[in-house]
């Protein structure tokens, strides 16, 4: 008797370490391939009230906040969240090479990135404007791009190729990596101006109120999206419904109150989201 309980124990035992690596390994999928295990979002790192990876390593923003925010709602904790950066000419290649389960950037939704990737939203309307210096009076708005003028903005964002479509002819446009460089060319004076989304401009603005002003014209509407993989109905529709539920909380206003407010943007309401 004492030999076959050994045995029957035994068997027990082993049966039980087989469930628990068998749960160990059911990670359940959060959108696309990833898992609970790991959920990896690409954010800005120098967009402030946006996206901003501190020195200390912190993360901070709108967009930052509407990760966290889907990432909770899709279960995952968010201590298990891998932030990596969004610039701008590598975002698609983020999620098609899989580096990125989402991008979460300032990212506007256009019909030539949705042959490539999809997306949920829109999670915000911004609008195309310009960054000046704040003793410059030459800049009042789109129609005062004139020859001599330098403007800068980022390759691969809708508002490079607006301004390539509507002023190439008279302005003489400069590309740099990152918002960010082109502030500084700004504060060099070795640009006139710099043009991206009003809600940007205006991070960048109240950083440097005493020397930069956004001149409050804006002349495109960028509808912001979520980017995720091709082909991932399933997650979607779960992205989408935590973004839902971000706006319905109020999550979304006391979000963008916090990181954007301060600067004297208006808040709009939350955008509809569409299929």
Request: hydrophobic share 40%; with cysteine; aromatic share 6%.
């Amino acid at each position: 008797m004492a030999l076959a309980s050994l045995r029957a124990l035994a068997v027990a035992c082993s049966a039980a370490l087989v469930l628990a690596s068998c749960s160990a390994g059911d990670d359940t999928t959060l959108v696309g391939k990833a898992t609970s295990n790991k959920l990896t979002i690409a954010v800005a790192y120098d967009q402030p009230g946006l996206g901003v990876r501190r020195l200390d390593g912190v993360y901070k923003g709108f967009d930052v906040d509407v990760a966290r925010y889907v990432a909770k709602e899709l279960g995952a904790d968010e201590s298990k969240i891998n932030f990596v950066e969004a610039t701008p000419s590598q975002r698609e290649k983020l999620l098609t090479d899989g580096t990125a389960d989402l991008v979460v950037s300032s990212y506007s939704i256009t019909e030539k990135r949705k042959e490539v990737i999809d997306f949920v939203g829109p999670y915000f309307i911004a609008g195309q404007d310009l960054l000046v210096r704040l003793s410059d009076t030459r800049i009042t708005g789109p129609e005062s791009l004139t020859a001599g003028i330098r403007l800068c903005s980022v390759e691969n964002t809708t508002s490079a190729q607006y301004v390539k479509d509507q002023f190439a002819q008279s302005v003489e446009l400069v590309n740099y990596p990152n918002f960010s460089d082109c502030v500084t060319a700004l504060l060099a004076e070795q640009v006139d101006a710099l043009t991206t989304d009003d809600v940007i401009l205006a991070g960048y603005a109240a950083q440097n109120p005493e020397l930069l002003r956004v001149v409050g014209k804006p002349f495109s509407e960028e509808r912001y999206g979520i980017g995720i993989r091709r082909g991932d109905a399933a997650g979607k529709a779960k992205v989408a419904a935590a973004v839902q539920k971000m706006m319905d909380t109020g999550e979304w206003r006391r979000s963008l109150e916090a990181n954007v407010g301060q600067s004297g943007y208006a808040i709009p309401d939350p955008p509809k989201i569409t299929p």
